[in-house]
């Protein structure tokens, strides 16, 4: 199963998103900043993630199932997206 990186615009930049929100949570515990501040920006770093990749696999079991031969197995899939929950 191969992801198309233009089937996956929304999720990168989520991602890319998400890499500057862990930067700047490692640079506000690096310099010691409020704890409160700090979960609240990693918590988001985490919903970013975890939205990403409930937005990849949907997308590669759409494309699974609109397009069989591609390959793709549905329970391969299914275990990855039940990896995320």
Do not use: H, W, Y
Not at 4 to 12: C, D, F, G, R
Not at 43 to 58: C, M, T, Y
């Amino acid at each position: 199963m191969n992801v198309e990186p233009e089937s996956m615009k929304a999720a990168i930049n989520r991602l890319k998103r998400a890499q500057g929100q862990l930067n700047a949570v490692v640079r506000m515990l690096e310099e010691g900043q409020d704890c409160k501040s700090i979960i609240t920006q990693l918590s988001a770093v985490s919903s970013a993630v975890d939205k990403a990749g409930f937005a990849i696999i949907a997308t590669n079991l759409q494309q699974c199932l609109t397009n069989p031969e591609r390959g793709g197995d549905v329970a391969e899939l299914e275990k990855m997206f039940l990896s995320l929950a």
